[in-house]
């Protein structure tokens, strides 16, 4: 496998001022309201977010597979310079497992049932590349040998509910690889998986990605996990993503109180405290969004300004980290709308 | 046996598994619990940690009295769970209550909170000044304001139906609460507001709890005492945070590498080889054998005991019960 030549100067993926909408009898649902990042080649952006912040649904955006009910109402996606949005289902979809590929949760929901392990890992490369599929089988084989599954020769002959959990999170990705994409989509690779398997599948991905080259968009809940994983941190909030910038800077110096107070409630293992510091009250109601900051609620810091009106608009820091909150305005620097450098 | 609340000897349940038309055919034997031992004091917290699948939550139904052990036995306060007459069990059964996993599966949505948390006491006869009573107490108790009971279930958030949950737990004033897994699928900004619920809970009432979990750094924050469970068998017990200091089984060290934060060295940075096998594939001699690093030819054929190896640490493990604490952790072979 060729790596994927790539340069620092441009990104791979940009999403500017997202906006996904959901269309409800209920009424408006914001599910994705003003989301803002980018991906360079080669680089792992961890999504950090509760459920129903925002993140999946970001994803599912890029993708263009929202579901029933659901619109991008504003912003761009620039895959490569391209916007996506616009774009026609026919070209979606030989963006998608060509360009993009994507693991999902549920291995068992993501694998056919009915179809054996190699038809599912050579299928892509059968329809993206025009692969015969006595060749496309050879390629399983190594693609399977490359995710470090043991006799991947008699294994494509398997049918999904042969392999155990992590076997198929393998399987899974082997197949989401297999075109080569510049960008995988890993959507919560590891929530399914035990303790130990875990740690196994996640060193693999950072193989896998040293020996593509591609970029992953990784998103989870815990935020722990990305610490081992991402360069940059977005992490999200009520739709919108509230802080946005390198990986040691948001986990150490953490500028959003959400983010901060999250990582402070977290128990860490060897380093025991009595009690630990936790947010009061509940993640808030896409729905129901409460005016002004999403957070403001919950959060020990909330002025005025942040009770009422429009969410705190990006201020761009000194050391290049994007955060919405009204409290670092003083910090500004620069332009609202500008981007980061890759860290 | 005296002082200690919950004690439990030898605990074996083993499960059939029947395959073929009409599920006739005999395939075998899962030992979901597999001689377990361990005794909890009161007014403390005793953890078993392991993951899916290695019967920790087989463990919990058992002590709930949910399921009948193979053999072994438990004891509440020194009498025998399974000696006890009728009116005797529901006595057990007002003593050991339980906190479960998933909060919107262990609410009946069709009942209002009141009479969610009220049921126990209904079903053991309390009257009904006794249980208006104790609902009041116990929704203050667990931060719920007192127009909640009057509620359904869906009218709350994540973390409000845990406290409903832990509220229907406390409500016979039990001695023991099992909590399964109680934050694991909670929202991670609200997991910590309960867990600083449960201690408090745990001061006020001087209830102990036997915790169920997959996460060591929640465990650690929680617990007295570690036991670390895999395939049926504890294979470490000891104090939490020696356990996590100095994990003595090459699993527990695992457990610890997999939990330790970013940017820290773990005590004992093991290689984790393979899966947990399924249940009915339990390899002979040390079940753990097939994805040790530290594997000697007599864990292949003998299944190391849980020994005592220092003071208040038990391990079943060949390796620690040979090498010498100085030289710890030991060097890979090879």
New interface residues.
């Given amino acids: 496998m060729t790596p994927i030549q790539h340069t620092r100067s441009a990104p791979l993926l940009t999403i500017r001022d997202l906006r996904t909408h959901f269309f409800t009898r209920r009424g408006v649902v914001k599910a994705v309201d003003g989301v803002s990042f980018q991906v360079w080649p080669g680089e792992t952006l961890g999504l950090v977010g509760e459920s129903g912040s925002g993140k999946t649904i970001t994803c599912l955006s890029i993708l263009k597979l929202l579901p029933h009910g659901a619109r991008i109402v504003a912003g761009e996606i620039l895959l490569q310079g391209r916007d996506l949005v616009p774009e026609s289902e026919e070209t979606m979809e030989q963006v998608r497992g060509k360009q993009i590929g994507m693991v999902l949760q549920n291995s068992m929901a993501a694998l056919d049932p009915v179809f054996t392990i190699g038809s599912q890992v050579g299928e892509p490369l059968v329809i993206h590349h025009k692969m015969s599929w006595k060749n496309a089988l050879r390629r399983a084989v190594e693609l399977l040998r490359m995710v470090k599954v043991v006799a991947p020769e008699t294994r494509i002959r398997n049918y999904p509910h042969e392999l155990s959990g992590g076997m198929r999170q393998r399987v899974s990705s082997a197949a989401a690889i297999g075109c080569q994409p510049s960008l995988l989509i890993a959507d919560e690779p590891t929530t399914a998986l035990d303790v130990t398997t875990q740690r196994q599948y996640l060193d693999l991905l950072m193989e896998l990605q040293r020996a593509t080259g591609m970029a992953i968009l990784f998103v989870t809940h815990d935020i722990s996990l990305v610490g081992n994983m991402c360069d940059r941190i977005a992490v999200f909030y009520g739709g919108m993503v509230v802080e946005y910038g390198p990986r040691a800077q948001v986990l150490q110096q953490p500028s959003h109180p959400y983010t901060a107070a999250l990582l402070q409630s977290i128990p860490q293992l060897g380093e025991p405290r009595e009690r630990l510091p936790s947010i009061a009250g509940d993640p808030p109601d896409l729905g129901h969004l409460p005016g002004g900051c999403p957070f403001h609620p919950r959060c020990d810091a909330a002025l005025d300004v942040c009770r009422s009106g429009a969410p705190p608009p990006v201020f761009q820091l000194p050391d290049t980290r994007h955060v919405r909150c009204w409290l670092r305005e003083s910090e500004h620097v620069g332009s609202v709308t500008g981007s980061p450098g890759p860290g | 046996m005296s002082e200690a609340l919950l004690e439990v000897q030898d605990l074996v349940k083993h499960f059939p598994v029947k395959r073929g038309l009409l599920r006739g055919r005999l395939a075998g034997w899962v030992r979901a619990v597999d001689g377990v031992s361990f005794a909890l004091q009161p007014g403390e917290t005793f953890a078993i940690v392991g993951?899916?699948g290695c019967g920790k939550t087989t463990l919990a139904n058992l002590i709930l009295g949910l399921l009948a052990p193979t053999s072994g036995t438990i004891w509440l306060r020194g009498q025998p769970l399974a000696q006890l007459s009728a009116a005797a069990f529901m006595a057990y059964r007002r003593s050991v209550t339980a906190v479960f996993q998933d909060p919107y599966a262990a609410l009946n949505p069709r009942m209002r909170v009141g009479d969610i948390i009220t049921e126990p006491l209904e079903i053991h006869s309390y009257s009904r000044q006794v249980r208006q009573h104790r609902l009041r107490e116990v929704l203050q108790a667990v931060g719920l304001p007192a127009d909640s009971a009057r509620r359904f279930p869906h009218e709350f958030?994540?973390?409000?139906r845990q406290r409903i949950g832990i509220a229907r737990a406390l409500a016979m004033q039990p001695p023991l609460v099992i909590l399964d897994e109680p934050v694991s699928s909670l929202?991670?900004?609200?997991?910590?507001?309960i867990?600083?619920l449960l201690?408090d809970l745990q001061q006020q009432f001087g209830i102990s709890y036997l915790l169920i979990s997959?996460?060591?750094?929640?465990v650690?924050?929680m617990s007295e005492w570690i036991g670390v469970m895999y395939l049926g068998k504890l294979v470490e017990v000891g104090r939490a945070?020696e356990v996590?200091?100095q994990p003595r089984h090459p699993y527990t060290a695992?457990?610890?590498?997999?939990?330790?934060?970013?940017?820290?060295h773990a005590p004992w940075a093991v290689p984790?080889l393979g899966?947990?096998p399924?249940g009915l594939e339990v390899p002979g001699g040390c079940a753990f054998h097939p994805r040790c690093a530290y594997v000697l030819s007599v864990c292949q054929t003998h299944t190391p005991p849980l020994t005592t190896v220092a003071a208040q640490r038990q391990v079943a493990c060949h390796l620690a019960a040979t090498a010498s604490e100085e030289d710890w952790p030991p060097r890979l072979p090879g």
């Fill in positions: 993951e899916s958030s994540g973390g409000q929202d991670v900004s609200i997991r910590s507001q867990l600083n201690k997959h996460d060591l750094a929640t650690e924050h945070k996590c200091r695992s457990l610890v590498a997999a939990a330790t934060p970013p940017g820290r984790i899966e947990v399924h």
